[in-house]
């Protein structure tokens, strides 16, 4: 197995287990960092950054050029936080694209 099929199987498995706690809106799941970064170290076959990085060339986050988060509005905080952003339809193509058995 190669990290490319490690990064699809774990971003699959995250974000499916972030869909069922978090709502999915405008095509994004939101989350803290604190959260993502929880799910990103348990797996230990990469470094934290080595796998953000990965994740911002794959488009599987939304993200600022220099960081892994954007700024988001915390209605409960009544201010701007940076967090983490799931790109969720590009989970949906990545999903259905790994999932689908060709014959050549």
């Given at each position: 197995?190669?990290?490319l099929d490690l990064i699809i199987k774990e971003y699959i498995r995250v974000v499916e287990m972030?869909?069922?706690d978090y709502p999915i809106e405008n095509n994004r799941i939101i989350i803290e960092r604190e959260k993502f970064r929880e799910f990103l170290?348990?797996?230990a076959y990469m470094t934290f950054s080595?796998?953000?990085k990965a994740y911002k060339a794959l488009n599987f986050i939304i993200h600022d050029s220099n960081n892994y988060t954007i700024p988001c509005k915390d209605l409960e905080l009544k201010k701007t936080v940076r967090k983490v952003v799931i790109n969720y339809s590009t989970h949906q193509v990545v999903k259905k694209l790994y999932e689908t058995?060709?014959?050549i």
């Amino acid at each position: 197995m190669n990290y490319l099929d490690l990064i699809i199987k774990e971003y699959i498995r995250v974000v499916e287990m972030l869909s069922s706690d978090y709502p999915i809106e405008n095509n994004r799941i939101i989350i803290e960092r604190e959260k993502f970064r929880e799910f990103l170290e348990k797996y230990a076959y990469m470094t934290f950054s080595e796998k953000t990085k990965a994740y911002k060339a794959l488009n599987f986050i939304i993200h600022d050029s220099n960081n892994y988060t954007i700024p988001c509005k915390d209605l409960e905080l009544k201010k701007t936080v940076r967090k983490v952003v799931i790109n969720y339809s590009t989970h949906q193509v990545v999903k259905k694209l790994y999932e689908t058995n060709v014959n050549i």
